[in-house]
């Protein structure tokens, strides 16, 4: 290989390494937020009547969940993080007295948000939310593993970073001003003793089949019944 060639790739690498670094994130959320679908979908949102209403919210994992509940919307968009989600969240008015099921996480990882970035992202979630209901019960799902590797992350670290934000998730308390309560949704039942996702239940390596979204709709309602 000439000089050429060493000095372009060499330049390559520092340019890989300098986006997957500092830009990924933004641009990965940027995609999301210009795209028609997320858009298209977040201005339907936003012009619904949250009446007494339960609510759903969070990425593609969540958007097809279905509860056993009266009175419940599903407002999830694929694609969302945390970061994304406050923006949008910032524009809802809450009833008081509601629950809310909140599955998000995993794009944050998959978009190489930093583990300190998306445990400040999730505070700030729940802190607004906190600061637009009183009297209500915010349920918030542990993040899926994966069971599948990627061009810009690894099934591993990708899935050692999901197990870390457990922890910290089932750790968090919610210092609230409304006197609403926090209550951590456990998805122990998906992962093997690698701690990656159960293949079956994903045809992907990321979302849920339609055999996983029984089984994960069946955990969520019976966290209701059980509490």
Same mark, same amino acid.
């Given at each position: 290989?000439?000089?050429?060639?060493?000095?372009?790739?060499?330049?390559?690498?520092?340019?890989?390494?300098?986006?997957?670094?500092?830009?990924?994130?933004?641009?990965?959320?940027?995609?999301?937020?210009?795209?028609?679908?997320?858009?298209?979908?977040?201005?339907?949102?936003?012009?619904?009547?949250?009446?007494?209403?339960?609510?759903?919210?969070?990425?593609?994992?969540?958007?097809?969940?279905?509860?056993?509940?009266?009175?419940?919307?599903?407002?999830?968009?694929?694609?969302?993080?945390?970061?994304?989600?406050?923006?949008?969240?910032?524009?809802?008015?809450?009833?008081?007295?509601?629950?809310?099921?909140?599955?998000?996480?995993?794009? *944050?990882? @998959?978009? %190489?948000?930093?583990? +300190?970035? =998306? #445990?400040? &992202?999730?505070?700030?979630?729940?802190?607004?939310?906190?600061?637009?209901?009183?009297?209500?019960?915010?349920?918030?799902?542990?993040?899926?593993?994966?069971?599948?590797?990627?061009?810009?992350?690894?099934?591993?670290?990708?899935?050692?970073?999901?197990?870390?934000?457990?922890?910290?998730?089932?750790?968090?308390?919610?210092?609230?001003?409304?006197?609403?309560?926090?209550?951590?949704?456990?998805?122990?039942?998906?992962?093997?003793?690698?701690?990656?996702?159960?293949?079956?239940?994903?045809?992907?390596?990321?979302?849920? *089949?339609? @055999?996983? %979204?029984?089984?994960? +709709?069946? =955990? #969520?309602? &019976?966290?209701?019944?059980?509490?």
């Amino acid at each position: 290989m000439n000089r050429g060639a060493l000095i372009c790739l060499g330049l390559f690498l520092l340019f890989f390494m300098f986006y997957k670094s500092f830009l990924r994130t933004n641009h990965m959320e940027s995609t999301v937020l210009n795209s028609e679908s997320y858009m298209n979908k977040a201005k339907l949102y936003k012009k619904f009547k949250l009446k007494n209403q339960n609510v759903i919210i969070g990425d593609s994992r969540s958007v097809d969940l279905s509860l056993k509940k009266s009175n419940v919307i599903n407002l999830s968009i694929g694609g969302e993080t945390i970061n994304t989600l406050c923006q949008r969240i910032d524009n809802y008015n809450f009833d008081d007295s509601i629950f809310f099921v909140i599955g998000i996480g995993i794009n *944050d990882i @998959l978009f %190489l948000s930093s583990k +300190d970035e =998306i #445990i400040l &992202n999730y505070y700030k979630l729940l802190n607004l939310i906190d600061s637009k209901t009183h009297n209500s019960v915010i349920y918030i799902c542990e993040i899926l593993p994966i069971n599948i590797s990627g061009f810009f992350f690894k099934k591993n670290s990708t899935n050692l970073l999901v197990n870390e934000l457990n922890v910290f998730l089932n750790s968090i308390t919610l210092k609230s001003h409304n006197s609403n309560t926090l209550s951590v949704i456990s998805f122990e039942f998906f992962k093997n003793q690698k701690y990656e996702l159960i293949s079956k239940y994903s045809d992907d390596g990321v979302h849920l *089949d339609s @055999l996983g %979204l029984v089984k994960y +709709d069946s =955990i #969520i309602n &019976n966290k209701f019944i059980n509490e």
